[in-house]
């Protein structure tokens, strides 16, 4: 390794040189294809990701689930655009209000990328009521904004009127509004809420307009991320900018770790880019990661070359021996770190094996470039910049400090332990009350406009995330369909049914094909006795359908309004929509509006009358998204006020529980779908996913460290500080109720890779320092200055310099700036009271061999 | 759901030379309207009608229709009275629908649901809604008033009158104008396309068999394309009869006990 650093000492210029025309050409690379896409079509454009359905692969089941069944059931992603009015009387149901209603609906209409047809808006659904004695009227809730005070108030109560729409379009006071504008993609969600907004932006009204739903969430996400990759990360290498040049005194000196981490960070983001890997939320978090660890190992470098090069007056000496005492555990700790991060690329996630991946090569990069570009850096510098090194010239040095430490360490060993001990049953009880959750519309800091909308919406609504309940017959309709039709058909004995069943077997058991055929041979029937045969058939595929259509049975829709008054019921749905309340709301309106008149009619054929009368209305469409034209399967609409994963969690368990104690006239799968619902799974695959690769990635450093060390004792003596910082950082966790989500997650993976650092420079330093003196005792004192001062400055510049990260609206950014500084701080501290107090203990076993050593 | 195309063809035939070239475009529009819903005194048809969504999926439904004129020698061609009575899917057989179509004010609609034993009247209000979940309005059904819009000619070629018609209330209706290719010889209108205020083309109802019955050339079958969800209805129409000679069947009372006779 040294070898890399005398070349670099040797041709400083060069290796600068090389390394700036390297960082070029990544540049470029990542922004030639944006920029000229039609010139560089060779090289990929960047492509930002901010779905977490993209958590899942694509070929996951319970994503194809989804979007099969959203396809099926014409159930798109949803903006959703709540319109509240704190001060007026009658709250937004006044003309003035309804009028930017219908406005703003109409503008919706004309986006491109919105689904015209499905909205959900005032104009735009249809009334179902009583008018007057034995009339009936289908009509646009509000077809043109209404005029008077009262014609306002009207729609509002209409609308109030019908359970598709109570707390769905009209808040259950009746004094707020919401619209549901689908889209194509979520992809464009953002664009929409903008187009959406600009437009909001031209009432004079007193109402206030509030837009969320996860799909403007993550899509603003994305936006939202990328102002932040170039706020946080370059405030954060100012913070520590400043800091190093408090403690090393040379601007000139400082840049050059600057360096590594701008050339690391351009490296690897580029090197993500040009393979083709999309920016993800994840992968947005990589220059963020990269920076402590890039700069982590040059301030060891610049700590140790700032305090003895008095004793060498020479650079180049002076780094021979620097590199010489730092060049092992620079490779170790570099390989530990990659090791950790590496070990991400066996979690289930992909986002998360490419996170993993590129930070464990931006970890080797930075590494190669440490070694080469700082030595080469301080050789271009002139000799007399030197003159004042030395710590008496550091304002900040913590000598003193870490003079006390030390010996405190040794006399009080026992007394850290202990109280290391009692801190590791806080932690653990702090571990056993973590809360694993995430919601990416929490992504955002409490005072920003999707969480203001989020919680405006959900206290005046049923709920703002959308989970879908699919059931089925465990035994599929067509089994049914084709029983019916087969012994129809054997029974009838005719020509005709002969044929007929020969055709049947013949198209595999098409439906419509059958059908078609049939009416041909009807129409086309050559005497009365013919056509008759032929009919017959026709009426007997009539029945065959019609025993397929299982979700047009009484008892059976009966059945699932019971499922849907428990789970309302448990108070954790704050609504369901769902094929039973189309067939009441319809027949109660055919009776006189009566409230007893809400119910299922009593046979199928009422049932089927009910839902015919239904599709005389504008949007006779609207049936499909419950259930499909065979009535062979239904989808239950859950509207959630949380989307927080715990409470989908729950959701899903109630539903489990209810099944397993109920029985259904017929046995039926449930199965679910929804992006509320999608986000459940891929926590729960990061949480298994990120255990495994944490115990991975801790044998596998564990592994190492025994092999640097030639001991398995002092390998696990190496692993105490990670293991006291990750159980104390996951213990404050738990210990606060920060849920355990994404970035939390991974966090286990930085302080692996960032915690062992500190121990591998302590321990190797000890160790090679405890071969020139006697006993532990007088070694503590060489070890509490120059080694335990890099940590120490090491710990301040990372760990301060991340703070900036908390300014952040994004509260991944929050947690991670938060929990790196804290990590640092744990692991600083671990490693310089608890080794140190270790090894007084264990003195015998570590140093048993002493002597040898030398 | 323009049936009951109606044309004295050999009465076209004699007379077409002399008047295509002056007809204005009232006249044009006037006996568009006359072919479409007008010809003989009264008529049936059975029809079947297959939804086909744009994931493919297919519905169907069986129904007879009867059509009167109410004053079939007036000149007055307007008032119009339909039954339309339901055989299939199974479940729905003997649902029946009675329109009163009028002049100048709004219909009257009445449902029958059987297995509800229910007769309902429908409220006179929008008349642009779905027939029985079809991708066909109920007023394709009896027929658009052509004084409820403005016609225009845009363009004559040599087999299509091409009329624009934009609403006289805007409010009325989800179109903002209709285009109709209006066939010269028969002055059926084989292709209706929609226009929404963009401007775009979002409805197109086009006519793809034609026979002729009784004398009448009559459009056998037809087809509703719904361009922004991508289904369409097709309806094909069988044993259509002109002049059957239908009583006056077509009251409430007759909801409840349908006239079988014809019927079938």
Same mark, same amino acid.
């Given at each position: 390794?040294?070898?890399?650093?005398?070349?670099?000492?040797?041709?400083?210029?060069?290796?600068?040189?090389?390394?700036?025309?390297?960082?070029?050409?990544?540049?470029?690379?990542?922004?030639?294809?944006?920029?000229?896409?039609?010139?560089?079509?060779?090289?990929?454009?960047?492509?930002?990701?901010?779905?977490?359905?993209?958590?899942?692969?694509?070929?996951?089941?319970?994503?194809?689930?989804?979007?099969?069944?959203?396809?099926?059931?014409?159930?798109?992603?949803?903006?959703?655009?709540?319109?509240?009015?704190?001060?007026?009387?009658?709250?937004?149901?006044?003309?003035?209000?309804?009028?930017?209603?219908?406005?703003?609906?109409?503008?919706?209409?004309?986006?491109?990328?919105?689904?015209?047809?499905?909205?959900?808006?005032?104009?735009?659904?249809?009334?179902?009521?009583?008018?007057?004695?034995?009339?009936?009227?289908?009509?646009?809730?509000?077809?043109?904004?209404?005029?008077?005070?009262?014609?306002?108030?009207?729609?509002?109560?209409?609308?109030?009127?019908?359970?598709?729409?109570?707390?769905?379009?009209?808040?259950?006071?009746?004094?707020?509004?919401?619209?549901?504008?689908?889209?194509?993609?979520?992809?464009?969600?953002?664009?929409?809420?903008?187009?959406?907004?600009?437009?909001?932006?031209?009432?004079?009204?007193?109402?206030?307009?509030?837009?969320?739903?996860?799909?403007?969430?993550?899509?603003?996400?994305?936006?939202?991320?990328?102002?932040?990759?170039?706020?946080?990360?370059?405030?954060?290498?100012?913070?520590?900018?400043?800091?190093?040049?408090?403690?090393?005194?040379?601007?000139?000196?400082?840049?050059?770790?600057?360096?590594?981490?701008?050339?690391?960070?351009?490296?690897?983001?580029?090197?993500?880019?040009?393979?083709?890997?999309?920016?993800?939320?994840?992968?947005?978090?990589?220059?963020?990661?990269?920076?402590?660890?890039?700069?982590?190992?040059?301030?060891?470098?610049?700590?140790?070359?700032?305090?003895?090069?008095?004793?060498?007056?020479?650079?180049?000496?002076?780094?021979?021996?620097?590199?010489?005492?730092?060049?092992?555990?620079?490779?170790?700790?570099?390989?530990?770190?990659?090791?950790?991060?590496?070990?991400?690329?066996?979690?289930?996630?992909?986002?998360?094996?490419?996170?993993?991946?590129?930070?464990?090569?931006?970890?080797?990069?930075?590494?190669?470039?440490?070694?080469? +570009?700082? /030595?080469?850096?301080?050789?271009?510098?002139?000799? *007399? &910049?030197?003159?004042?090194? @030395? $710590? %008496?010239?550091?304002?900040?040095?913590?000598?003193?400090?870490?003079?006390?430490?030390?010996?405190?360490?040794?006399?009080?060993?026992?007394?850290?332990?202990?109280?290391?001990?009692?801190?590791?049953?806080?932690?653990?009880?702090?571990?056993?009350?973590?809360?694993?959750?995430?919601?990416?519309?929490?992504?955002?800091?409490?005072?920003?406009?999707?969480?203001?909308?989020?919680?405006?919406?959900?206290?005046?609504?049923?709920?703002?995330?959308?989970?879908?309940?699919? +059931?089925? /017959?465990?035994?599929?309709?067509?089994?049914?369909? *084709? &029983?019916?039709?087969?012994? @129809? $058909? %054997?029974?009838?004995?005719?020509?005709?049914?002969?044929?007929?069943?020969?055709?049947?077997?013949?198209?595999?058991?098409?439906?419509?094909?059958?059908?078609?055929?049939?009416?041909?041979?009807?129409?086309?029937?050559?005497?009365?006795?013919?056509?008759?045969?032929?009919?017959?058939?026709?009426?007997?595929?009539?029945?065959?359908?019609?025993?397929?259509?299982?979700?047009?049975?009484?008892?059976?829709?009966?059945?699932?309004?019971?499922?849907?008054?428990?789970?309302?019921?448990?108070?954790?749905?704050?609504?369901?929509?769902?094929?039973?309340?189309?067939?009441?709301?319809?027949?109660?309106?055919?009776?006189?509006?009566?409230?007893?008149?809400?119910?299922?009619?009593?046979?199928?054929?009422?049932?089927?009358?009910?839902?015919?009368?239904?599709?005389?209305?504008?949007?006779?469409?609207?049936?499909?998204?419950?259930?499909?034209?065979?009535?062979?399967?239904?989808?239950?609409?859950?509207?959630?006020?949380?989307?927080?994963?715990?409470?989908?969690?729950?959701?899903?368990?109630?539903?489990?529980?209810?099944?397993?104690?109920?029985?259904?006239?017929?046995?039926?799968?449930?199965?679910?779908?929804?992006?509320?619902?999608?986000?459940?799974?891929?926590?729960?695959?990061?949480?298994?996913?990120?255990?495994?690769?944490?115990?991975?990635?801790?044998?596998?450093?564990?592994?190492?460290?025994?092999?640097?060390?030639?001991?398995?004792?002092?390998?696990?003596?190496?692993?105490?500080?990670?293991?006291?910082?990750?159980?104390?950082?996951?213990?404050?966790?738990?210990?606060?109720?920060?849920?355990?989500?994404?970035?939390?997650?991974?966090?286990?993976?930085?302080?692996?890779?960032?915690?062992?650092?500190?121990?591998?420079?302590?321990?190797?330093?000890?160790?090679?320092?405890?071969?020139?003196?006697?006993?532990?005792?007088?070694?503590?004192?060489?070890?509490?200055?120059?080694?335990?001062?890099?940590?120490?400055?090491?710990?301040?510049?990372?760990?301060?310099?991340?703070?900036?990260?908390?300014?952040?609206?994004?509260?991944?950014?929050?947690?991670?700036?938060?929990?790196?500084?804290?990590?640092?701080?744990?692991?600083?501290?671990?490693?310089?009271?608890?080794?140190?107090?270790?090894?007084?203990?264990?003195?015998?076993?570590?140093?048993?061999?002493?002597?040898?050593?030398? | 759901?323009?049936?009951?195309?109606?044309?004295?063809?050999?009465?076209?035939?004699?007379?077409?030379?002399?008047?295509?070239?002056?007809?204005?475009?009232?006249?044009?529009?006037?006996?568009?309207?006359?072919?479409?819903?007008?010809?003989?005194?009264?008529?049936?048809?059975?029809?079947?009608?297959?939804?086909?969504?744009?994931?493919?999926?297919?519905?169907?439904?069986?129904?007879?229709?009867?059509?009167?004129?109410?004053?079939?020698?007036?000149?007055?061609?307007?008032?119009?009275?339909?039954?339309?009575?339901?055989?299939?899917?199974?479940?729905?057989?003997?649902?029946?629908?009675?329109?009163?179509?009028?002049?100048?004010?709004?219909?009257?609609?009445?449902?029958?649901?059987?297995?509800?034993?229910?007769?309902?009247?429908?409220?006179?209000?929008?008349?642009?809604?779905?027939?029985?979940?079809?991708?066909?309005?109920?007023?394709?059904?009896?027929?658009?008033?052509?004084?409820?819009?403005?016609?225009?000619?845009?363009?004559?070629?040599?087999?299509?009158?091409?009329?624009?018609?934009?609403?006289?209330?805007?409010?009325?209706?989800?179109?903002?104008?209709?285009?109709?290719?209006?066939?010269?010889?028969?002055?059926?209108?084989?292709?209706?396309?929609?226009?929404?205020?963009?401007?775009?083309?979002?409805?197109?109802?086009?006519?793809?068999?034609?026979?002729?019955?009784?004398?009448?050339?009559?459009?056998?079958?037809?087809?509703?394309?719904?361009?922004?969800?991508?289904?369409?209805?097709?309806?094909?129409?069988?044993?259509?009869?002109?002049?059957?000679?239908?009583?006056?069947?077509?009251?409430?009372?007759?909801?409840?006990?349908?006239?079988?006779?014809?019927?079938?």
């Amino acid at each position: 390794m040294q070898i890399l650093s005398e070349a670099a000492v040797r041709r400083p210029k060069a290796a600068m040189i090389l390394a700036a025309l390297v960082s070029v050409f990544f540049v470029v690379g990542v922004a030639a294809p944006s920029l000229w896409p039609d010139r560089v079509s060779f090289l990929p454009a960047l492509k930002v990701d901010t779905d977490p359905e993209n958590m899942l692969s694509p070929h996951e089941p319970v994503r194809v689930f989804h979007n099969d069944r959203k396809a099926e059931y014409g159930l798109n992603d949803i903006i959703v655009v709540g319109v509240i009015d704190k001060n007026h009387e009658s709250g937004v149901f006044n003309p003035k209000t309804l009028a930017h209603v219908y406005e703003l609906t109409e503008y919706a209409k004309g986006i491109e990328g919105v689904i015209e047809r499905d909205i959900i808006a005032p104009s735009t659904v249809d009334n179902i009521e009583q008018a007057g004695l034995g009339t009936v009227s289908f009509e646009w809730l509000m077809k043109t904004p209404p005029d008077t005070e009262e014609a306002a108030q009207a729609v509002s109560d209409k609308a109030g009127h019908i359970p598709f729409l109570n707390n769905t379009l009209v808040s259950d006071d009746g004094k707020s509004l919401a619209l549901y504008v689908p889209i194509v993609s979520k992809d464009i969600s953002y664009r929409v809420s903008q187009s959406l907004r600009e437009k909001i932006a031209t009432f004079d009204g007193e109402e206030t307009y509030h837009i969320t739903g996860l799909p403007v969430a993550q899509d603003t996400f994305g936006v939202e991320m990328f102002i932040q990759m170039a706020v946080s990360a370059p405030m954060a290498m100012v913070l520590i900018f400043l800091l190093m040049w408090l403690f090393f005194q040379k601007v000139s000196l400082v840049v050059s770790p600057m360096i590594v981490a701008m050339v690391s960070v351009i490296i690897t983001m580029g090197a993500l880019v040009m393979t083709g890997n999309t920016v993800h939320i994840m992968s947005s978090m990589i220059p963020v990661f990269i920076m402590p660890i890039a700069v982590l190992d040059a301030v060891h470098i610049l700590s140790d070359f700032f305090d003895r090069y008095p004793a060498f007056k020479d650079r180049r000496k002076t780094l021979e021996h620097v590199m010489g005492e730092l060049s092992k555990p620079m490779l170790f700790t570099t390989l530990t770190t990659a090791a950790g991060f590496g070990s991400l690329a066996f979690t289930p996630i992909p986002p998360v094996q490419v996170f993993g991946i590129f930070i464990a090569l931006g970890v080797v990069l930075a590494w190669f470039l440490t070694i080469t +570009l700082i /030595p080469a850096y301080i050789m271009l510098m002139r000799e *007399d &910049k030197f003159g004042d090194f @030395g $710590l %008496e010239h550091s304002p900040v040095n913590c000598g003193r400090f870490l003079a006390c430490l030390g010996p405190f360490t040794y006399a009080h060993a026992k007394l850290i332990l202990a109280g290391v001990l009692v801190l590791i049953g806080v932690a653990a009880y702090g571990i056993s009350k973590i809360q694993i959750n995430d919601n990416p519309v929490k992504w955002f800091t409490e005072s920003h406009d999707i969480r203001v909308a989020d919680r405006e919406l959900n206290e005046r609504f049923a709920g703002t995330y959308m989970a879908y309940l699919e +059931l089925s /017959p465990k035994e599929p309709a067509a089994v049914h369909v *084709d &029983k019916t039709l087969r012994e @129809g $058909l %054997e029974e009838m004995n005719t020509p005709a049914a002969k044929e007929a069943l020969a055709q049947w077997n013949e198209s595999g058991g098409d439906f419509d094909a059958l059908r078609e055929y049939v009416y041909g041979r009807s129409d086309n029937a050559g005497s009365d006795s013919e056509w008759e045969a032929w009919d017959n058939i026709s009426i007997l595929i009539d029945d065959a359908n019609a025993a397929g259509e299982i979700f047009k049975d009484p008892e059976l829709l009966r059945a699932l309004s019971d499922v849907q008054d428990y789970l309302v019921g448990t108070g954790r749905v704050g609504k369901i929509n769902a094929l039973p309340d189309i067939v009441k709301t319809v027949h109660r309106e055919l009776f006189l509006g009566e409230e007893e008149a809400f119910r299922i009619p009593d046979t199928r054929a009422a049932v089927a009358q009910t839902l015919i009368t239904y599709q005389n209305s504008h949007r006779p469409d609207d049936l499909w998204h419950f259930t499909t034209p065979a009535y062979d399967k239904t989808v239950l609409w859950l509207q959630l006020k949380s989307g927080d994963n715990k409470d989908m969690n729950e959701v899903v368990a109630d539903v489990e529980a209810y099944f397993a104690t109920h029985d259904m006239p017929i046995a039926l799968d449930h199965n679910w779908f929804g992006l509320t619902y999608i986000n459940t799974v891929w926590q729960a695959k990061m949480v298994s996913g990120m255990v495994s690769a944490f115990l991975g990635s801790f044998a596998i450093v564990l592994a190492m460290m025994a092999v640097l060390f030639r001991s398995i004792l002092w390998g696990a003596l190496c692993m105490i500080p990670l293991t006291v910082t990750i159980a104390f950082i996951y213990g404050i966790i738990g210990l606060v109720g920060k849920d355990y989500d994404m970035p939390v997650a991974v966090l286990s993976s930085l302080s692996l890779g960032l915690a062992v650092d500190y121990a591998i420079h302590f321990l190797a330093r000890s160790r090679e320092m405890a071969a020139n003196y006697p006993s532990w005792k007088e070694t503590i004192g060489p070890v509490f200055g120059e080694p335990a001062r890099a940590i120490t400055r090491n710990v301040i510049v990372i760990g301060v310099g991340f703070l900036p990260l908390l300014a952040a609206p994004l509260v991944p950014y929050k947690t991670v700036g938060f929990f790196i500084s804290a990590i640092l701080l744990f692991a600083g501290i671990a490693s310089l009271l608890i080794l140190p107090a270790t090894i007084k203990l264990l003195e015998k076993y570590l140093f048993k061999k002493k002597g040898e050593t030398s | 759901m323009k049936f009951f195309l109606g044309v004295a063809a050999i009465l076209l035939l004699g007379t077409g030379t002399a008047q295509a070239a002056k007809m204005s475009v009232d006249e044009i529009v006037d006996k568009a309207n006359h072919v479409s819903y007008f010809q003989g005194e009264d008529g049936r048809a059975s029809v079947r009608m297959v939804i086909t969504d744009a994931q493919g999926r297919k519905r169907s439904r069986e129904f007879t229709i009867l059509r009167k004129d109410v004053d079939p020698d007036g000149a007055d061609e307007g008032e119009q009275k339909f039954y339309v009575y339901f055989s299939r899917p199974a479940d729905v057989d003997k649902t029946a629908f009675l329109v009163w179509k009028h002049v100048g004010a709004d219909d009257d609609r009445w449902l029958y649901l059987p297995a509800l034993d229910l007769v309902k009247r429908i409220a006179a209000s929008d008349e642009r809604t779905s027939f029985v979940g079809s991708h066909y309005f109920y007023e394709d059904v009896s027929g658009r008033n052509p004084e409820e819009d403005h016609h225009e000619l845009l363009e004559e070629t040599d087999d299509y009158y091409i009329l624009k018609s934009v609403p006289v209330d805007p409010g009325s209706v989800e179109f903002s104008w209709y285009k109709n290719y209006i066939h010269k010889a028969t002055f059926i209108p084989v292709k209706t396309e929609f226009f929404d205020a963009k401007g775009r083309k979002y409805r197109e109802n086009s006519v793809e068999k034609v026979e002729t019955i009784d004398g009448f050339p009559t459009v056998m079958q037809s087809r509703m394309k719904d361009l922004r969800s991508g289904g369409e209805t097709v309806q094909t129409f069988l044993d259509v009869t002109y002049n059957v000679g239908l009583p006056d069947v077509f009251t409430e009372r007759y909801l409840r006990n349908p006239p079988r006779r014809y019927l079938k």
